[in-house]
C-alpha cells in the first residue's frame, strides 16, 4: 500500500458563485495566483497542511493539477474533508490515559502530540500561550520560540520545549516546573541539569524531541542515550515545487540505502517515504550523540528488519554500520505514525561513549559510565521494550501545581 492512497482526500464546496475557489502557486497568501480556479466539486488529495493552508493534488474536477488554498475565509469552509480511514500500516497510537504522564510514569516515556488539533484562542498573544509560554523559566528559551515567524513553527517550538520540562518533572514525581533546570549542549541538546532523578532507578536519565509537520514527539530513556526524529512525508517545497531528493541529498545516503529506496516505488511518492526513513534514522543518531548535522550522514548507514507482533509496514527495528563498521551497542525503532499527512519517527538508544558534548555538562548528569556495563547488561538494555507513543493534549503537559490557572486562562484541564 503506498503512501498515495492513505493521504487525506477533500471536496471544494465553496467558490459556487465565482467559478471556484483562488488557487496560488505557494504556501504564502502574498504567492503568485494561478491563472484557473479550482472547480467546486472538485476532489483533491492532501498532500501537506499548515496553518490552515493546503497543499493538494487534483484527483477528479477541473483546476490546477497541484497548489496551495485556503481551508476557509472569513469563516466560511472553503473545502470539506471527506471520511476516511487510518492506513492498515499505520500503527494506531493510544490517547494517553492519567498514569502516562506525570508521578508514577516512570522513567522512558514515548509521547506524542498533534499540534493540528491544537488552535488556542488569540493564537500568540491569546492567554493560552502566552500561559503557557511563561512555564518555560529559561529566558533564553522562551525567547527562541517568539522568534519564528508562523504560528505552527511557535506552536513546534513551545510544545517541545514543555515536553522535555514535563518529562523530567514525571521522572521526578515533581508536580511544577520551578526547580527544574534545562540547559543545551554547544550543539544545542536540551538535558536536564538538575535535579536528577534516582540514581538506583535512572542513573543516565535524559530526554530528546522532535518536530515536523503535524507532530511534535519526545522519547526519555534511564540508560542509553535518546535520540529522535520525526519526518514528515513531503515531497514538495512550500512554493509547490517538487523537491529532487535524488540528487540533493545524495551524499547523505549511502549506495545500498539508494538501492533500498529505488526498490521501494513504482512512484517517487513511495520512494520518498522509504527515503525518509533513512532520513529520520539518521537524525536520531546524531541527535543522541549531540553534534546533529556536524556529523557526515552518508557515514551512518542503517540496515532495517520488521519489528515483531506489529501490523505490517508499521514499524521496524534497526541497525547501524559506522564508515562500514557495524556498531552493536546502538539499536533503533521506527514507528509509521497515523495523521492525514503520514510521518515516520524514530527512535535510537545509544552508548554513552558515542556522546558530543563540549563543555561536559552533560555528561556530568550520566552517573553511570558506559564501561560499567557488561555486553549482556548493555544488550539487555538495547533490547528493553520501546513503548508506544501516547498521544497527549496539550494540557497534558502542564504541571498538576499550575493546572487551575491553566484553566482560566482558557485551556482544557487534564485529566
Same mark, same amino acid.
Given at each position: 500500500m503506498s503512501s498515495e492512497?492513505?493521504?487525506? @482526500?477533500?471536496?471544494?464546496? +465553496? +467558490?459556487? /458563485?465565482?467559478?471556484?475557489?483562488?488557487?496560488?502557486?505557494?504556501?504564502?497568501?502574498?504567492?503568485?495566483?494561478? *491563472?484557473?480556479?479550482?472547480?467546486? +466539486?472538485?476532489?483533491?488529495?492532501?498532500?501537506?497542511?499548515?496553518?490552515?493552508?493546503?497543499?493538494?493534488?487534483?484527483?477528479?474536477g477541473t483546476g490546477p493539477q497541484e497548489g496551495w488554498v485556503s481551508l476557509s475565509?472569513?469563516?466560511? /469552509?472553503?473545502?470539506?474533508?471527506?471520511?476516511?480511514?487510518?492506513?492498515?500500516? #499505520?500503527? %494506531?497510537? #493510544?490517547?494517553?490515559?492519567?498514569?502516562?504522564?506525570? %508521578?508514577?510514569?516512570?522513567?522512558?516515556?514515548?509521547?506524542?502530540?498533534?499540534?493540528?488539533?491544537?488552535?488556542?484562542?488569540?493564537? =500568540?498573544?491569546?492567554?493560552? =500561550?502566552?500561559?503557557?509560554?511563561?512555564?518555560?523559566? *529559561?529566558? /533564553?528559551?522562551?525567547?527562541?520560540?517568539?522568534?519564528?515567524?508562523?504560528?505552527?513553527?511557535?506552536?513546534?517550538?513551545?510544545?517541545?520545549?514543555?515536553?522535555?520540562?514535563? #518529562?523530567?518533572?514525571?521522572?521526578?514525581?515533581? &508536580?511544577?516546573? @520551578?526547580?527544574?533546570?534545562? @540547559?543545551?549542549?554547544?550543539?544545542?541538546? %536540551? =538535558?536536564?541539569?538538575?535535579?536528577l532523578p534516582s540514581e538506583d532507578q535512572a542513573p543516565n536519565w535524559n530526554v530528546n524531541c522532535s518536530h515536523e509537520g503535524s507532530w511534535v514527539v519526545c522519547a526519555s530513556e534511564p540508560l542509553c542515550i535518546a535520540g529522535i526524529d520525526v519526518a514528515e512525508l513531503r515531497r514538495h517545497k512550500k512554493n509547490g515545487e517538487p523537491i529532487d531528493f535524488h540528487q540533493v541529498f545524495k551524499e547523505n545516503l549511502t549506495q545500498k540505502e539508494w538501492d533500498y529506496v529505488?526498490?521501494?516505488?513504482?512512484?517517487?511518492?513511495?520512494?520518498?517515504?522509504?527515503?525518509?526513513?533513512?532520513?529520520?534514522?539518521? *537524525?536520531?543518531f546524531v541527535k543522541a550523540r549531540g553534534d546533529g548535522l556536524a556529523f557526515p550522514l552518508g557515514?551512518? *548507514?542503517?540496515?532495517?528488519?520488521?519489528?515483531?507482533?506489529?501490523?505490517h509496514r508499521s514499524a521496524y527495528v534497526g541497525k547501524v554500520n559506522v564508515k562500514g563498521e557495524h556498531r552493536p551497542e546502538w539499536k =533503533?525503532?521506527?514507528?509509521?505514525?497515523?495523521?492525514? &499527512? %503520514?510521518?515516520? &519517527?524514530?527512535?535510537?538508544? +545509544?552508548?554513552?561513549?558515542?556522546?558530543?558534548?563540549?563543555?561536559?555538562?552533560f555528561s556530568k548528569t550520566l552517573r553511570k559510565k558506559q564501561s560499567s556495563f557488561t555486553n549482556e547488561e548493555w544488550n539487555s538494555c538495547l533490547d528493553e521494550e520501546s513503548p508506544h507513543f501516547d498521544v497527549l493534549p496539550i494540557g497534558a503537559l502542564v504541571p498538576q501545581d499550575d493546572m487551575d490557572d491553566f484553566v482560566k486562562a482558557g485551556g482544557r484541564r487534564f485529566p
Open positions: 492512497s492513505s493521504r487525506q @482526500k477533500w471536496t471544494v464546496i +465553496g +467558490g459556487a /458563485d465565482k467559478g471556484g475557489i483562488l488557487v496560488r502557486k505557494g504556501q504564502e497568501l502574498s504567492s503568485p495566483a494561478a *491563472e484557473e480556479r479550482l472547480a467546486t +466539486g472538485a476532489e483533491v488529495e492532501q498532500l501537506s497542511l499548515t496553518g490552515g493552508r493546503l497543499q493538494y493534488r487534483l484527483i477528479s475565509i472569513n469563516g466560511k /469552509d472553503l473545502l470539506a474533508k471527506k471520511p476516511s480511514e487510518v492506513p492498515s500500516e #499505520a500503527l %494506531p497510537l #493510544a490517547i494517553v490515559a492519567k498514569g502516562a504522564v506525570g %508521578p508514577g510514569s516512570g522513567f522512558r516515556h514515548r509521547w506524542a502530540i498533534d499540534i493540528d488539533k491544537w488552535m488556542p484562542d488569540g493564537e =500568540f498573544d491569546g492567554r493560552e =500561550f502566552q500561559f503557557l509560554l511563561g512555564l518555560i523559566r *529559561e529566558e /533564553d528559551d522562551r525567547k527562541a520560540v517568539t522568534r519564528f515567524k508562523f504560528f505552527d513553527d511557535k506552536k513546534r517550538a513551545l510544545v517541545s520545549r514543555l515536553l522535555v520540562r514535563q #518529562a523530567s518533572a514525571s521522572s521526578l514525581n515533581m &508536580t511544577n516546573f @520551578k526547580r527544574i533546570a534545562i @540547559k543545551r549542549t554547544k550543539g544545542k541538546k %536540551p =538535558f536536564l541539569a538538575e535535579p529505488r526498490s521501494h516505488g513504482p512512484d517517487l511518492d513511495t520512494e520518498y517515504e522509504a527515503f525518509s526513513r533513512f532520513w529520520s534514522a539518521k *537524525e536520531a557515514d551512518a *548507514e542503517f540496515l532495517w528488519e520488521p519489528a515483531k507482533d506489529l501490523p =533503533f525503532i521506527q514507528h509509521k505514525m497515523p495523521s492525514e &499527512t %503520514p510521518h515516520w &519517527t524514530t527512535v535510537g538508544r +545509544g552508548p554513552l561513549t558515542d556522546i558530543i558534548d563540549a563543555a561536559g555538562e
